[in-house]
């Protein structure tokens, strides 16, 4: 079968508005994995805009490219000369490595004229176990072609999820079976994701694991180990925005991560070697990957797949602003677009605020649009893509459809969007 052009898939995103998500399903299967009759309903009800009943179409050469550009940040990061580069200028926590590569990598992408584009990557990306409940419960649209799209198996997938966090268990070097996880976040009842929080605890629980909700300050260290009230705690799975465990709440679980009494996933020093905002600005620096000794491939599949990004300084700071219109300005240690602005609209105040802390300057890469039917109008909302991996491999591909200047979960029609991932057929029966 052909590959789909991006023209084809540009044509799917801008002309079909079929509904795909069967709210009946998915309400019927979160309701039975979590024991609760109403909580499908509830959630509904607490995050209208959680979930968008529209997919995103995306090229099988795309999806493959994304994987390209993953795995080619990976193989740098591997590298001693980027370790060393990185970890100068990273607390000190993030030079302790006790061998986790860290569950749940988030890596964002835009597509651009000529492919997919990184502007972001998170090291704590919230809602992969969401997106593969959303995923099984859409309805084929458009014929046989898309019925063959929409084929899942979610029990593979889930099991693909558990082996991720056997394997952060094994890599620092436990032995027996993992038997008890804490999923750890400031007050974790109040975050947006937290039903995600609950599905997670259900699935550990499934496979025979005790799991745990906390917030970091619940957590105590004692006997050698981590504990959660009566529980001892084997391994964390780490959904914290406090990347480096800094603040006061989180110095238990800060001493028993560093003792090596417990295993936490994703780690600071995977945040430092990831996510921070700055990294790019190396990763997308030719001179100095080539100083680094990266393989030429691997340069060309960097530079054309990350924009162009700098770190901001008094030496740049004048050209940054003169050509800010066509730069997203992003602080280094940020999350969920939080203090980052399009430099179009940036006031004279704002900038002097940026200056005033670490920034990126990156090249704006537009989102991709797509084509929602709400109320029975049709509206154009932006799109990013996420691929979630582990150790590299891409385990799952959602995306995210919104309006305004930053992703947010919040807007009418919009939320966590299913990827339909496809060749040619895929555009030949679509209404």
């Known amino acids: 079968m052909s590959i789909a052009t991006q023209h084809e898939i540009e044509r799917l995103n801008r002309d079909c508005t079929c509904f795909t998500l069967d709210v009946g399903a998915l309400c019927r299967a979160l309701e039975q994995v979590v024991g609760d009759p109403a909580f499908g309903r509830d959630l509904a009800v607490t995050h209208p805009h959680l979930l968008s009943a529209q997919p995103m179409f995306l090229s099988a050469a795309h999806a493959e490219r994304m994987q390209e550009i993953i795995g080619s940040i990976e193989a740098v990061a591997r590298l001693s000369s980027y370790q060393s580069a990185i970890l100068k200028l990273a607390p000190e926590i993030a030079r302790f490595q006790p061998?986790?590569?860290?569950?749940?990598?988030?890596y964002d992408f835009h597509l651009g004229r000529d492919g997919p584009k990184l502007i972001e990557i998170n090291s704590n990306a919230g809602g992969a176990l969401i997106n593969a409940y959303l995923l099984q419960a859409q309805r084929a649209c458009c014929g046989e072609a898309m019925a063959a799209?929409?084929?899942?198996?979610?029990?593979?997938?889930?099991?693909?999820?558990?082996?991720?966090?056997?394997?952060?268990?094994?890599?620092?070097?436990?032995?027996?079976?993992?038997?008890?996880?804490?999923?750890?976040?400031?007050?974790?009842?109040?975050?947006?994701?937290?039903?995600?929080?609950?599905l997670f605890q259900r699935l550990f629980e499934a496979h025979g694991i005790t799991a745990v909700i906390a917030a970091p300050e619940h957590l105590l260290q004692r006997d050698n180990a981590l504990w959660c009230a009566e529980e001892r705690i084997d391994l964390v799975y780490n959904r914290l925005t406090d990347f480096y465990f800094e603040r006061p709440e989180s110095k238990m679980l800060r001493a028993a991560y560093l003792a090596g009494e417990v295993v936490v996933t994703p780690s600071p020093r995977v945040h430092a070697l990831l996510a921070s905002k700055q990294n790019l600005a190396l990763l997308s620096d030719e001179k100095t990957l080539r100083k680094w000794g990266v393989a030429d491939e691997q340069i060309a599949t960097l530079l054309g797949g990350i924009p162009e990004t700098v770190l901001l300084t008094g030496n740049n700071a004048d050209a940054c602003w003169a050509r800010r219109n066509q730069l997203f300005f992003k602080p280094t240690a940020g999350f969920g677009s939080k203090a980052?602005?399009?430099?179009?609209?940036?006031?004279?105040?704002?900038?002097?605020?940026?200056?005033?802390?670490?920034?990126?300057?990156?090249?704006?890469?537009?989102?991709?649009?797509?084509?929602?039917?709400?109320?029975?109008?049709?509206?154009?909302?932006?799109?990013?893509?996420?691929?979630?991996?582990?150790?590299?491999k891409v385990q799952l591909v959602a995306a995210r459809l919104y309006r305004g200047q930053t992703t947010n979960l919040r807007t009418p029609g919009g939320g966590f969007a299913p990827v339909f991932i496809g060749d040619g057929d895929l555009t030949q029966s679509c209404r």
């Open 99 to 106: 061998g986790p590569v860290g569950v749940f990598m988030g």
């Open 149 to 198: 799209a929409t084929q899942f198996d979610l029990s593979a997938l889930l099991a693909e999820f558990m082996a991720s966090f056997q394997s952060e268990w094994r890599r620092q070097g436990r032995a027996g079976a993992l038997g008890s996880i804490a999923i750890v976040d400031q007050s974790p009842a109040r975050q947006y994701l937290y039903p995600e929080f609950v």
């Open 340 to 392: 980052a602005y399009r430099g179009d609209k940036i006031t004279r105040k704002v900038w002097g605020d940026i200056l005033n802390a670490p920034y990126v300057a990156q090249e704006i890469v537009p989102p991709s649009a797509r084509t929602v039917a709400i109320d029975g109008e049709v509206q154009v909302m932006k799109a990013d893509l996420r691929s979630y991996t582990y150790d590299g």
